[in-house]
């Protein structure tokens, strides 16, 4: 059985704002150094570090080796860089239990990490063609061939953040799916701005157990100590003036009923009972239980439907037999979407029983619309967040799950002693 020992994040903040100075490897070195720190282990007791990020710096190849050096880690320890999307998180987690399963180690250092910010602007290939053509040249006549042959296209660069956010399959952008979730479960305008509202109060409300979550990141002479995206001002008024941002004639989904663009990193220490003992920590809670499942692109919102199902079947675990949930808000519309298909599965040909999460258990702390979503490290925030809320109510049993990019879900359960 996995363990999560210990577990840390910084702030969440949004794209541009306070922790823009940093790359995803420095937000991975901070959490993975807060730590190391705070269980005083010795990081030559870890077996491997393993970090989800789904947009990888150029600079930082395996960038959970860069992190892991970064952070004191001895070369002599592994790491390995995780990705499935929203997900990656969540598969860093995942991944170890494998390890560990396959007698591959028996102590972990996981997490995820995104600087959303720093996602590249990219030029086109005809563009890179140019530049190389233009470096190769050697005589002036050759230099003046090579620049007269660039179009004014080629300096009109591509944003790799939308590129990351459009599924290659479908073409479409996940603000697409989301208004394709809207018609077909019907969900209004207000529905969704009421229920992003009800994710800022939440929040808001639970500002200091969030700020127990979080070392604080030190920028430019300041610490960074609390998520900066929760608005104590939210209500479906102010909401209500806002203009949808993918489909602008009749769309239903707006900025502010969609999850928040920002940066963040998340570490978890995780390792087996023996580990546990060995370093004398105390453990979090255990991991029980997990799954991923594939859905329609078109529709990956739905993604912890199938992955809820599918972990009912290789586990027998199911939402009714839990004390809170965990569900990534992407979209107000996905999320309501995901809560409507659970009441139905058979819509969407799945056998298993219909389930109703009530409000009191969802999302206690608030979720990505109000708290941001930093792609990489949002499947391991909510362990931590999941965890740290069982402490604090003295529940037995949590379930985080999210949609993936791409048309999948993953579905974890987790427990306390």
């Given at each position: 059985?996995?363990?999560?020992?210990?577990?840390?994040?910084?702030?969440?903040?949004?794209?541009?704002?306070?922790?823009?100075?940093?790359?995803?490897?420095?937000?991975?070195?901070?959490?993975?150094?807060?730590?190391?720190?705070?269980?005083?282990?010795?990081?030559?007791?870890?077996?491997?570090?393993?970090?989800?990020?789904?947009?990888?710096?150029?600079?930082?190849?395996?960038?959970?080796?860069?992190?892991?050096?970064?952070?004191?880690?001895?070369?002599?320890?592994?790491?390995?860089?995780?990705?499935?999307?929203?997900?990656?998180?969540?598969?860093?987690?995942?991944?170890?239990?494998?390890?560990?399963?396959?007698?591959?180690?028996?102590?972990?250092?996981?997490?995820?990490?995104?600087?959303?910010?720093?996602?590249?602007?990219?030029?086109?290939?005809?563009?890179?063609?140019?530049?190389?053509?233009?470096?190769?040249?050697?005589?002036?006549?050759q230099k003046i061939t090579?620049?007269?042959?660039?179009?004014?296209?080629?300096?009109?660069?591509?944003?790799?953040?939308?590129?990351?956010?459009?599924?290659?399959?479908?073409?479409?952008?996940?603000?697409?799916?989301?208004?394709?979730?809207?018609?077909?479960?019907?969900?209004?305008?207000?529905?969704?701005?009421?229920?992003?509202?009800?994710?800022?109060?939440?929040?808001?409300?639970?500002?200091?157990?969030?700020?127990?979550?979080?070392?604080?990141?030190?920028?430019?002479?300041?610490?960074?100590?609390?998520?900066?995206?929760?608005?104590?001002?939210?209500?479906?008024?102010?909401?209500?003036?806002?203009?949808?941002?993918?489909?602008?004639?009749?769309?239903?989904?707006?900025?502010?009923?969609?999850?928040?663009?920002?940066?963040?990193?998340?570490?978890?220490?995780?390792?087996?009972?023996?580990?546990?003992?060995?370093?004398?920590?105390?453990?979090?809670?255990?991991?029980?239980?997990?799954a991923y499942a594939g859905?329609?692109?078109?529709?990956?919102?739905?993604?912890?439907?199938?992955?809820?199902?599918?972990?009912?079947?290789?586990?027998?675990?199911?939402?009714?037999?839990?004390?809170?949930?965990?569900?990534?808000?992407?979209?107000?519309?996905?999320?309501?979407?995901?809560?409507?298909?659970?009441?139905?599965?058979?819509?969407?040909?799945?056998?298993?029983?219909?389930?109703?999460?009530?409000?009191?258990?969802?999302?206690?702390?608030?979720?990505?619309?109000?708290l941001g979503h930093p792609?990489?490290?949002?499947?391991?925030?909510?362990?931590?967040?999941?965890?740290?809320?069982?402490?604090?109510?003295?529940?037995?049993?949590?379930?985080?799950?999210?949609?993936?990019?791409?048309?999948?879900?993953?579905?974890?359960?987790?427990?306390?002693?």
């Amino acid at each position: 059985m996995l363990h999560i020992l210990a577990a840390v994040r910084t702030p969440f903040c949004k794209l541009g704002t306070d922790l823009a100075p940093l790359t995803a490897d420095d937000l991975g070195r901070h959490v993975c150094s807060a730590l190391l720190t705070r269980t005083g282990i010795d990081p030559g007791e870890l077996s491997e570090v393993i970090f989800g990020c789904v947009s990888q710096p150029a600079e930082a190849a395996n960038i959970a080796r860069v992190i892991a050096l970064r952070s004191g880690v001895p070369a002599r320890v592994p790491a390995a860089t995780v990705h499935r999307n929203c997900a990656s998180g969540m598969e860093a987690l995942t991944t170890a239990h494998q390890r560990m399963l396959a007698g591959q180690g028996d102590l972990f250092l996981v997490g995820g990490t995104e600087s959303m910010t720093r996602i590249p602007l990219l030029f086109p290939h005809d563009a890179a063609e140019h530049f190389t053509e233009l470096q190769r040249a050697r005589s002036t006549g050759q230099k003046i061939t090579a620049a007269a042959a660039f179009n004014f296209s080629d300096f009109k660069p591509r944003v790799g953040l939308q590129l990351g956010l459009t599924d290659p399959f479908t073409g479409m952008i996940m603000g697409d799916t989301a208004e394709l979730l809207a018609r077909e479960y019907g969900i209004s305008r207000s529905e969704q701005d009421a229920f992003a509202v009800e994710s800022h109060r939440k929040a808001a409300a639970a500002r200091e157990a969030l700020a127990g979550e979080i070392a604080p990141v030190p920028v430019d002479g300041r610490a960074i100590a609390l998520d900066n995206g929760i608005r104590d001002d939210s209500t479906p008024e102010k909401l209500a003036t806002l203009k949808p941002i993918f489909d602008r004639e009749t769309g239903r989904v707006t900025a502010g009923n969609s999850s928040q663009i920002t940066d963040g990193a998340v570490a978890l220490l995780v390792g087996s009972e023996s580990a546990a003992g060995r370093l004398g920590l105390e453990p979090l809670g255990t991991l029980a239980g997990y799954a991923y499942a594939g859905c329609d692109p078109a529709r990956m919102g739905l993604g912890p439907v199938h992955a809820i199902a599918r972990a009912r079947e290789l586990t027998g675990l199911t939402p009714d037999q839990v004390d809170l949930v965990e569900l990534n808000e992407a979209f107000a519309a996905q999320a309501i979407a995901v809560l409507a298909a659970l009441r139905d599965p058979a819509r969407h040909d799945l056998d298993t029983p219909a389930f109703e999460i009530p409000a009191e258990k969802l999302n206690r702390r608030g979720g990505a619309i109000a708290l941001g979503h930093p792609v990489g490290a949002t499947g391991a925030r909510l362990v931590l967040t999941a965890l740290d809320q069982l402490r604090e109510i003295r529940g037995k049993r949590a379930l985080c799950t999210l949609c993936v990019g791409g048309g999948q879900g993953a579905a974890l359960y987790l427990e306390r002693p």
